[in-house]
Structure formats: C-alpha cells, structure tokens
C-alpha cells in the first residue's frame, strides 16, 4: 500500500527540525538500518541481476552460471515522509479492516473502501419503489418511451448492489495456449488469491504484441482492465517477443517486489521452457499466493532515477489525525 502512493519528490528533502511534527503524533521508527542491512543488500544483488538479465534480449531462455556482484559504497539515510495513514473497522459481520493510505506531498491516494452491498441494495430497493410509485400515480405506464429509460436506470442501479466475481474475466488467452478445462481451473484458483487480497488477478497470452515491449503490453492492459492505481497484478505469456512478464498496481505492488516477482518468473521458467504454459500459470498463482500469505516484508526501498548507484532506506512514520 505504501508503494502505491509514491513517488515522493525527493530532490525537494531539505533537514529536518522539530517544528515540521508540530500539531501531530507521529512514531518513531522502530527499525535501525544494521537490522536490515542483510536485506537491503539482497534487494540490491536481486535487483542488479534483474537490470542483467533484462539486459539480455533475443533469447528464450537464460541460464545463470555465475554471479559475482560487489557492492563498492554504501550509504544510508533516514528521511521523514509525510504518508497519513488510516485505519478502520467494517460495520458489517466480518469486522474486516481497512487501511487507506495518502501522500502526504502530492495527494496521491492508495487503499481499499468498503462497500456495503447490504445498504446498497436497501437503497436501491427504495428508489426502485419511488419509482413505481410514481409511475402508478402520474399513470405513465402507457407511455412506453418515457418509461424505458426509467427502467434500465433501475436495472442498472440494481446492478451495482450485486457482487461480481471478478475471477470470471480473469483469463484472456489471445494466443490460444490454454484449453477450456485449463481455463476454468485457472478461474477457479484464481478467486481465493482475489478474495484475500482484494486485487483483481489476470492471465494473457498474446502473440500479438502491437507495442513491441511486454512491460508496456502488461501495464497498459493493466491500466486499461482496473484503472490507474488499483488492486491488481497480471502475468504475461507474450508469444511475440518469446517473453513473459508481471506487472503490478495498487496493494500488489506491496506483495510482490522485485525480488519476489524474480524468484516466480525464475520458477514459471520450468514450465515455459517445456511448452506447458497450464503449468506456467500455475506456478504464477501458486508463488503469488505464497508471497501474499507472508505478508508485505516491512521495509520499502527508494531508488535513484539510474537506480543502482545509491540508496535510501526511509522507516516509514504513521502519522495520525
């Protein structure tokens, strides 16, 4: 979640001093750089081969023999970033909690809102009964024309108090790779990994890449399916360009770092490598589901526009209203 609100306009960071926190609470960070310092660097040495391996274009497939990375100078700054942080409580049964999360500098806003389909079909349920009621005392039901927008105004009002399974879309197999009974299995795994996460989950295969770039092919038909920002994460069969891909928004981003979506590539491989692409789309909903049921690591890491030559660790404060 707080991946989905940057960036932060960093080049504008200038020395703290006590008056900024004047007027709010905010706590004091809990984590020291040397009880990360072991992480940080595997980010830096995962990161590094993924800049590598990207690198390497026109090949299927790459074997990795050797790696050798060296880390020179290190350097490590704690910065205070204004994130409000909001937490609260569902009305409803479940008691579900909702953290909602905005940039402090650019208003950028990252979360999930609940939505009491309960009060909302209370709600609909009474302007579908105004409406009739209307309708008998002006006596409108002859004029018909009059009438039909009214009622796909109801219909499509009532519609929004219903839940849609969001699994059902989640499979666009273009490129053919997949048969009916691979595809309602994939569905059906699908949906306990959107119900924890709250994040809409796809699987496309092209072989018809009119970008010329999987990462562009997967964000942009991320952008176009949830919006910008949303809950949502894509795996990408392109059979074009020989490649596969993941791209992430909203929460997702929390969930699977770099790292992470290097280790489920890493093992997607295997089936690709194989021609079964059933096993390959597994694999990518299985790891992500291990990835979501540990958690978000706690820790985020800012990059530099070039991105490898330094690094900021920031502990995030939760500021409170």
Same mark, same amino acid.
């Given at each position: 979640?707080?991946?989905?609100?940057?960036?932060?306009?960093?080049?504008?960071?200038?020395?703290?001093?006590?008056?900024?926190?004047?007027?709010?609470?905010?706590?004091?960070?809990?984590?020291?750089?040397?009880?990360?310092?072991?992480?940080?660097?595997?980010?830096?040495?995962?990161?590094?081969?993924?800049?590598?391996?990207?690198? !390497? $274009?026109?090949?299927?497939?790459? /074997? =990795?023999?050797? +790696?050798?990375?060296?880390?020179?100078?290190?350097?490590? @700054? #704690?910065?205070?970033?204004?994130?409000?942080?909001?937490?609260?409580?569902?009305?409803?049964?479940?008691?579900?909690?909702?953290?909602?999360?905005?940039?402090?500098?650019?208003?950028?806003?990252?979360?999930?809102?609940?939505?009491?389909?309960?009060?909302?079909?209370?709600?609909?349920?009474?302007?579908?009964?105004?409406?009739?009621?209307?309708?008998?005392?002006?006596?409108?039901?002859?004029?018909?024309?009059?009438?039909?927008?009214?009622?796909?105004?109801?219909?499509?009002?009532?519609?929004?108090?219903?839940?849609?399974?969001?699994?059902?879309n989640s499979i666009d197999d273009d490129a053919q790779l997949l048969t009916p009974d691979q595809i309602n299995q994939l569905k059906q795994e699908?949906?306990?990994?959107?119900?924890?996460?709250? !994040? $809409?989950?796809?699987?496309?295969? /092209? =072989?018809?890449? +009119?970008?010329?770039?999987?990462?562009?092919?997967?964000? @942009? #038909?991320?952008?176009?399916?949830?919006?910008?920002d949303q809950n949502a994460i894509l795996f990408l069969i392109d059979m074009d360009l020989r490649k596969v891909y993941i791209s992430t928004s909203?929460?997702?981003?929390?969930?699977?770092?770099?790292?992470?979506?290097?280790?489920?590539?890493?093992?997607?491989?295997?089936?690709?490598?194989?021609?079964?692409?059933?096993?390959?789309?597994?694999?990518?909903?299985?790891?992500?589901?291990?990835?979501?049921?540990?958690?978000?690591?706690?820790?985020?890491?800012?990059?530099?526009?070039?991105?490898?030559?330094?690094?900021?660790?920031?502990?995030?404060?939760?500021?409170?209203?």
């Amino acid at each position: 979640m707080v991946e989905g609100v940057q960036p932060f306009l960093i080049d504008q960071a200038v020395p703290f001093k006590s008056q900024y926190l004047a007027g709010f609470q905010a706590e004091k960070r809990d984590i020291e750089y040397e009880a990360i310092k072991k992480h940080v660097q595997q980010e830096l040495q995962d990161y590094s081969e993924s800049l590598l391996r990207d690198s !390497a $274009s026109g090949y299927t497939t790459l /074997t =990795n023999v050797r +790696t050798d990375i060296s880390l020179n100078q290190e350097n490590n @700054h #704690y910065m205070l970033l204004p994130i409000w942080l909001v937490t609260y409580r569902s009305q409803e049964q479940s008691k579900k909690v909702y953290y909602y999360a905005m940039n402090g500098q650019t208003g950028k806003v990252s979360g999930v809102l609940p939505i009491s389909y309960t009060r909302l079909g209370l709600a609909t349920l009474g302007i579908f009964r105004w409406t009739l009621s209307t309708l008998f005392i002006r006596r409108l039901f002859p004029m018909k024309k009059r009438l039909l927008p009214i009622f796909f105004l109801i219909l499509l009002t009532f519609g929004l108090a219903l839940p849609v399974s969001a699994a059902e879309n989640s499979i666009d197999d273009d490129a053919q790779l997949l048969t009916p009974d691979q595809i309602n299995q994939l569905k059906q795994e699908i949906q306990p990994l959107e119900e924890k996460t709250k !994040a $809409s989950a796809f699987i496309v295969t /092209t =072989n018809n890449n +009119t970008y010329g770039d999987e990462q562009e092919y997967a964000d @942009h #038909y991320l952008l176009n399916k949830v919006g910008k920002d949303q809950n949502a994460i894509l795996f990408l069969i392109d059979m074009d360009l020989r490649k596969v891909y993941i791209s992430t928004s909203g929460n997702m981003i929390d969930y699977m770092t770099d790292a992470r979506i290097d280790d489920t590539l890493d093992k997607v491989m295997d089936g690709m490598s194989q021609g079964n692409y059933f096993a390959a789309a597994q694999t990518f909903v299985q790891e992500t589901q291990a990835f979501v049921d540990k958690g978000f690591l706690g820790v985020t890491i800012v990059w530099t526009a070039k991105q490898v030559k330094s690094l900021v660790i920031k502990s995030l404060p939760r500021w409170k209203w």
